[in-house]
C-alpha cells in the first residue's frame, strides 16, 4: 500500500512455466541421477501433474514480500541474486527473469513478492528442502 491507501500495480517478470530449460534440466536430473533433483512427491517437478498438485493446494505457496535491499553478483561471481528485506529480514534470491525487460526490473528499493513451493532434494546434504521460485511479481515504475 502506499501512503494515500491505493494499491501497488505489480507485473510479473518471471514465471515457472516459460522457463522450458530450467524445468528440463530439473526433471532430468531428478529422472536421471541418485544425488541431484528432485523427489517427485507429487508429481515429477513442473508437469501437468505438479501444477494441478500446486493448484490444489497440496504443494503449498508460499511468499515473500518486501523491497529490494541489494543487487550483486553471488557463488564466484557468476550468479545474479538480490537480497529481500522483509519486515527486516532479508533473504537471498537468484535475480530469475522471462520477460524481455525483466532482468532491468531488479532495482534497489523497489517493492517484489517471489512466490516459491518448497521441495525435497534426492539428497539432504545441504538442505531438508528447497525454495523452487514460480513467479516473481515487480512494482510497476
Given amino acids: 500500500m502506499t501512503s494515500g491507501g491505493e494499491k501497488k500495480a505489480f507485473r510479473k517478470i518471471y514465471d515457472l512455466r516459460d522457463d522450458v ?3 528440463a534440466q530439473v526433471q532430468k536430473a531428478s529422472q ?3 544425488d541431484f533433483g528432485l523427489v517427485p512427491e507429487h508429481g515429477l517437478f513442473g508437469t501437468h501433474g505438479w ?3 500446486v493448484a490444489a493446494g497440496k504443494i503449498e ?3 515473500a514480500t518486501g523491497r529490494i535491499k541489494r543487487i550483486y553478483m553471488g557463488s564466484m561471481n557468476d550468479w545474479p541474486e538480490f537480497e529481500l ?3 527486516g529480514n532479508t533473504s537471498v534470491w537468484s535475480r530469475y527473469s522471462s520477460t524481455p525487460d ?3 526490473a531488479y532495482v534497489v528499493e523497489r517493492h517484489i513478492r517471489v512466490d516459491y513451493v518448497l521441495q525435497k532434494p ?3 546434504r545441504l538442505a531438508d528442502t528447497h525454495k523452487m521460485v514460480i513467479e516473481v511479481w515487480v512494482e510497476d515504475e
Fill in 21 to 23: 530449460s530450467f524445468v
Fill in 32 to 34: 536421471e541421477t541418485l
Fill in 51 to 53: 501444477w494441478d498438485a
Fill in 61 to 63: 505457496t508460499y511468499s
Fill in 85 to 87: 528485506n522483509e519486515d
Fill in 102 to 104: 525483466g532482468g532491468s
Fill in 122 to 124: 534426492k539428497t539432504t
